[in-house]
């Protein structure tokens, strides 16, 4: 601190020396009388001391030189403005016989002062930011955003490893007058593989939610782009793209107005909080301003790793299985629960297919007390998570799914509104092919995947939960909503796609047959009755009518089987349920 006030004291010394006597030479035409120049050191050091003082009291020796900004620019103005203010003033008390000086070296005085010590201040900033890099790793950013300056300035001081040498504007507005930023040129997407043969581009950042990912990644690579990374808005960090960016959806219909209003001020229970599904939930309906948050998990790990993410806010734990009715209903009994989000579920099918006992006890028989305390403690709604692999389920876990939603769209819920929301994958869930793939790439063993012509939707989990909560502001009598997934993607071009990010290309990808349960092709629909909500993201189907009494009997007698013997009564609930027991 004080080294950095001594340098810049010597140099604002220099430059009020220079200036004042500049200001008497332009003053008297290069010619100073001596009656003038020999009060011009009194003068000189009272206008020093002065400004010394102010510019002390508006930091301006306090800046750090590489960084200075446009608000100490503007301090540097304001403490002219006082310095030449009282100095002024000073002559105008006919002070002058103690400093003589023609009143029109004061006003060249305070241009030429602020001018240079402006100058000598930003002087280093400017350097860096405009120093030429395009030697070393010349880099195109692609998106016009406000991030873009900020992404240059960084690389031009040293923070980022990279050398802009080109800006892509890929906004479908072709007439959009392309210009610079930051002395970078802007050009239209037809320019594309110009720019990457013209100026031998290395790397690329691209800008987050800019147009199709995927598509422009595939383009990037084709052209031999190497190094492709994505600026996140949200941390200002430059990351490898991941293969979440490159599939991530982002439904233009999010309204989030309205999930705020649904959620805010409410008291909600969410099952299965700790799972992928529940935790993200869990944050975001504290993000959306829940009152209070009761997180329902049996896994004392994942309760714990929840519980430390919300930490500061207003949630309690409960350590319970939802298959136990008795503690569920203390937890209702305890608390005045206005939302229940019921994510709880065993997942896994081909763990589901060894235990179909514990499948069908935790999937329909937790699910049943849930909404069943939902409705006898009159909760004002609940929301289910159901799977696409309800839709004419081909294993166990995707028929007890199905049984839960039948019973949501039967039950006499009374004031309680209820409705299931149905979609795919979700990426990186834990469990999902996507972690998976992660693993062995990066342990550098061959890539497994079922069969050539799998296919699976997916979704970030984030927007999926988004549209849950968004789907459930709709949700009024046991309707089934099904969120656009957007097209399939196979799994082995899934597997290609994170050889290429990672650049182990050279990896086998060896395909293993299905496994138990599993179906080639996962639908949302059984059949064509959909019908389309104010929000094209979302859709909702007719209910199926099935006589709750009779369901009520038929999951007993469910309960009571064992083993095997559960296949014959799913299949009478479930008539379009076709086992695949052994993944052909």
Request: glycine share 6%; charged share 25%.
């Amino acid at each position: 601190m004080i080294r950095r006030f001594i340098f810049f004291l010597f140099f604002d010394t220099l430059i009020s020396g220079i200036t004042i006597l500049s200001a008497y030479l332009l003053r008297f035409n290069f010619q100073i009388p001596e009656l003038w120049f020999n009060n011009l050191p009194e003068i000189f050091i009272t206008l020093l001391a002065i400004k010394v003082i102010v510019l002390a009291y508006f930091r301006v020796y306090n800046l750090i030189w590489r960084l200075v900004s446009l608000q100490d620019i503007l301090n540097i103005i304001k403490a002219h403005f006082v310095v030449y203010s009282l100095f002024t003033l000073m002559v105008a008390l006919r002070l002058d016989y103690l400093l003589p000086i023609p009143k029109s070296v004061i006003f060249i005085d305070f241009f030429l002062s602020l001018g240079f010590i402006s100058l000598f201040r930003i002087s280093r900033r400017l350097y860096l930011e405009n120093r030429v890099t395009m030697t070393a790793n010349p880099t195109l950013i692609i998106g016009v955003t406000d991030r873009v300056d900020h992404i240059i300035k960084q690389c031009r001081t040293g923070e980022l490893n990279y050398s802009p040498v080109a800006i892509l504007d890929i906004e479908e507005e072709t007439t959009r007058k392309r210009g610079y930023i930051s002395n970078v040129r802007i050009y239209g997407e037809e320019n594309l593989r110009d720019i990457v043969n013209n100026y031998g581009i290395q790397s690329v950042i691209i800008n987050s939610q800019v147009g199709d990912m995927n598509h422009l990644f595939d383009k990037l690579k084709k052209l031999g782009v190497s190094h492709i990374k994505i600026s996140s808005g949200l941390s200002e960090k430059i990351s490898n793209i991941s293969i979440e960016d490159l599939l991530a959806r982002h439904p233009k219909d999010l309204d989030l107005v309205a999930v705020e209003k649904f959620i805010r001020g409410k008291r909600v229970l969410i099952t299965g909080a700790g799972g992928s599904i529940g935790s993200e939930l869990s944050i975001q309906v504290k993000g959306f301003g829940a009152d209070e948050v009761y997180l329902v998990e049996h896994s004392e790990f994942n309760l714990y790793q929840i519980n430390e993410k919300l930490v500061k806010t207003n949630h309690k734990n409960y350590l319970i299985d939802i298959k136990n009715r008795e503690r569920l209903r203390d937890v209702f009994a305890e608390n005045r629960v206005d939302l229940v989000l019921h994510a709880a579920a065993y997942k896994h099918v081909p763990l589901c297919e060894e235990n179909i006992d514990s499948a069908v006890e935790n999937n329909i028989l937790g699910s049943i007390n849930v909404i069943d305390l939902a409705i006898e403690y009159g909760v004002d709604k609940v929301v289910i998570i159901s799977t696409d692999k309800a839709v004419r389920p081909t294993n166990v876990m995707g028929t007890t799914k199905r049984i839960v939603e039948l019973y949501a769209q039967n039950i006499d819920a009374g004031k309680t509104e209820i409705g299931a929301v149905r979609f795919g994958n979700v990426l990186g869930s834990s469990g999902s092919v996507i972690p998976k793939f992660k693993e062995l790439i990066e342990s550098n063993q061959p890539i497994t995947v079922t069969h050539p012509d799998i296919t699976r939707y997916f979704m970030l989990i984030s927007e999926a939960c988004q549209l849950v909560l968004q789907a459930g502001t709709l949700a009024k009598n046991g309707e089934i909503f099904i969120l656009d997934m957007g097209e399939p993607i196979k799994i082995v071009d899934l597997a290609k796609k994170m050889k290429q990010i990672y650049g182990r290309e050279d990896l086998p990808i060896q395909f293993v047959g299905l496994r138990p349960g599993e179906k080639k092709y996962e639908e949302l629909l059984i059949s064509d009755s959909e019908f389309n909500t104010k929000y094209e993201s979302i859709f909702v189907t007719k209910p199926t009518e099935y006589n709750i009494e009779e369901l009520r009997k038929d999951i007993e007698r469910l309960i009571e089987a064992k083993g095997l013997e559960k296949l014959p009564i799913l299949k009478e609930i479930v008539p379009e349920f076709n086992h695949n027991q052994y993944g052909q």
